[in-house]
Structures are given as C-alpha cells and as structure tokens.
Nanobody
Framework: QVQLVESGGGLVQPGGSLRLSCAAS????????MGWYRQTSEKQRELVAS???????NYADSVKGRFTISRDNAKKVVSLQMNSLKPEDTAVYYC?????????WGQGTQVTVSS
C-alpha cells in the first residue's frame, strides 16, 4: 500500500514557474514507476511525465523542455519542476505510483496559469 500526497500547486502568471512535490508513504517506493498526470474538465487525464526507479524519464510532447521530473528514493519524494508555464498547463495535477498489478493516486493539486 502506498499513500501519495501532493503539494506545491497554486496560481502563477504565464511564463512563471512552480514546483510540485509528491510525498509517498509505505514500503518499496524505489521499485515504483512514478508519474505526474493532469486533468481538466474538458480533457481526460493525461500523462505529463514519468520516471523509473533507475531514473529514466518520459515526457509529454507538450511539456518537453519546460518540465523536469525527478525523484529521491531515500526521501520517498517525486518532484515536477515546471518552467515557462502556459495557460494551457492549467489543470489538476495528480501524482501516480505504478508497478505490475498496482496503481496508486494522490488527491491532486490545482495549478492555474493566468494573468
């Protein structure tokens, strides 16, 4: 069992930056593929970025070059550094932990990009 708690969302102007963090509790954090997803009322939940236990990363095309995902296995934290934010990045962002047969979600944190 893994519990995930996101933090760091908020309101930011276009071009600004935010850093999201996801703190995990439970065992075996290091074996999970960790990811950030986002969802709006108009769109289905979509993958933003993911990182394997070994540090291999994957990004949605829309955020490549602007967002960076990282993890600290000792602290059981995964982070998403978001730079050059755009209004279309506005969404609820969810932390995800995945391994074969098991998937866990956080409660989500709102990110609003607006002037």
């Amino acid at each position: 069992q893994v519990q995930l708690v996101e933090s760091g969302g908020g309101l930011v102007q276009p071009g600004g930056s935010l850093r999201l963090s996801c703190a995990a509790s439970g065992s075996s954090f290091s074996i999970y593929v960790m990811g950030w997803y986002r969802q709006t009322s108009e769109k289905q939940r979509e993958l933003v970025a993911s990182i394997t236990s070994g540090g291999t990363t994957n990004y949605a095309d829309s955020v490549k070059g602007r967002f960076t995902i990282s993890r600290d296995n000792a602290k059981k934290v995964v982070s998403l550094q978001m730079n050059s934010l755009k209004p279309e990045d506005t969404a609820v962002y969810y932390c995800n932990a995945k391994r074969p047969l098991f998937t866990y979600w956080g409660q989500g944190t709102q990110v609003t990009v607006s002037s």
